[in-house]
């Protein structure tokens, strides 16, 4: 959520700065400022009121003790409830179209980011040489199928379309690169958490994906009694209220989480013809990164995440490059995002394997989360950080087709054959 007192002082800046986002928010900062106008008026008046009812019925006890004549006065008291009544009425429905609106309202893009959209992405560094081969390379459904590693076809069988299934070795790789990914982030010093996969509204509202995005998300159909509950999209949605509603102390930041959970997602109904297999599914493993820091911290926690999912990469093997996203290119609730990309040798181009962003002081608002500063007391919104650690549907494809071999076989990277029993080569 926007700070009010931003929108209040420099409407026009955070115009500028929505339209670097390629989104038309003119009209709703107008509007919510108008509110905001009202909003402050009706407090002001009902506060008033309360002020003069309070001053009269101090004086009516000792004006009937002496018998004056109180006609006026009740009749006066009427009134002002009356007033009272009509201006908390208003201003409920003020509120809610005013919170509305706020809520509505994306991230600011930070002020460095080009405008525009993913055309306007910057590659910022390179890491190894793409792959090349002597020899006809086979793309990743084919070999996957062929060493019996995904079962797509029993995949659709269970689920639809956009599923698989983990068989054998395939299963083994798998959850090495989970372990892998995990004990890497566990080395650094993150806390590992297990979430809940099925989260209630308030997590969706909190990590700003509601309530614009609330149709992105697969909802469970509840009785009416039950709490509304939906499948988390990503392990972010519930770390990033896990501090919801609370005060840290200075001392307890920064929090660094990890966690692993499986990810649901709807979009994968759209996917291109160059995305067959597992590049794009409904369901799909991720191990999730997400930092709660001090303002002034959140550059050099940006970094560090950064670095992290590139030194994974790195881990790997793998030839990548690291994204500086344009402005419109950047999710609705983060302010800055960086792209890590890999080489999928089949298909053209890179495709990203983990995402790194800033969320700034915009989720903290909304989910009310902050911290109290030692040295003055002072109350202030934490700043949240997310990236994946990393998501596993396009690693394992480009694994399998940048590390391939004449005769069919993959050879599996160094740092995950410990949790293979030692396997090298897969045939």
């Known amino acids: 959520m926007i ?5 209040r002082e420099k409407p026009d800046e955070v115009k500028g700065r929505f339209q670097n986002k390629e989104i038309d928010c003119c009209d709703t900062v107008d509007r919510i400022l108008e509110l905001d106008s009202l909003r402050r008026e009706l407090i002001l008046k009902s506060e008033n009121c309360k002020a003069e009812q309070n001053k009269i019925s101090k004086q009516m006890p000792q004006l009937k003790k002496d018998g004056a004549d109180t006609t006026a006065l009740v009749s006066q008291m009427n009134e002002i409830k009356e007033i009272i009544k009509t201006s908390e009425t208003k201003l409920k429905d003020v509120e809610s179209e005013y919170n509305t609106l706020l809520l509505s309202l994306p991230n600011l893009p930070d002020d460095d980011l080009v405008p525009g959209g993913k055309e306007n992405n910057l590659p910022i560094r390179y890491f190894g040489e793409p792959k090349t081969f002597d020899f006809e390379p086979s793309n990743h459904v084919d070999l996957c199928t062929k060493l019996g590693l995904i079962d797509y076809v029993r995949g659709a069988k269970l689920s639809g379309s956009g599923f698989w299934i983990y068989r054998g070795i395939g299963a083994r790789l798998e959850w090495a690169l989970l372990n892998y990914f995990i004990d890497t ?48 999209p990503t392990a972010e949605t519930a770390l990033v209220s896990l501090h919801r509603d609370e005060i840290l102390t200075e001392a307890e930041l920064p929090r660094k989480y990890i966690s692993y959970t499986p990810c649901f997602r709807r979009e994968a109904g759209s996917y291109r013809a160059d995305e067959r297999g597992m590049v794009r599914g409904h369901q799909f493993n991720k191990v999730e990164m997400v930092q709660f820091t001090k ?22 093997g793998f030839h990548f490059r690291t994204v500086k996203l344009a ?4 999710s609705a609730s983060m302010a800055r995002t960086y792209d890590i990309e890999i ?8 495709k990203e394997v983990s995402s790194v962003s800033n969320a700034r002081d915009y989720q903290a608002r909304r989910g009310a989360m902050r911290f109290k500063r030692e040295a003055t007391g002072k109350i202030e919104f934490v700043h949240t950080l997310n990236g994946s650690g990393l998501a596993t549907s396009r690693i394992l494809p480009a694994l399998v087709e940048q590390n391939q071999q004449k005769d069919g076989s993959v050879i599996i990277p160094e740092v995950l054959r410990k949790y293979l029993g030692g396997l090298e080569v897969i045939k």
């Not at 700070?3 to 929108?7: A, F, G, M, S, Y």
């Not at 590992?192 to 509601?210: I, R």
């Not at 303002?295 to 790997?316: Q, R």
């Not at 080489?343 to 890179?350: H, N």
Request: hydrophobic residues 40%; proline residues 5%.
């Open 295 to 316: 303002p002034e911290l959140s550059d050099d926690a940006f970094g560090e995440l950064v670095g992290k999912a590139e030194a994974l990469v790195k881990g790997l």
């Open 185 to 232: 982030h566990l080395a650094d010093g993150y806390e590992l958490v297990l979430v809940p996969h099925m989260l209630g509204y308030e997590c969706g509202l909190t990590a700003g994906q509601f309530p614009k995005f609330e149709d992105d998300v697969y909802w469970l159909d509840n009785h009416e009694d039950e709490r509304r509950r939906f499948m988390l």
């Open 3 to 7: 700070d009010i007192k931003l929108i």
């Open 343 to 350: 080489q999928i040798p089949s298909m053209a181009g890179y």
């Open 327 to 330: 402005a419109g290119d950047c």
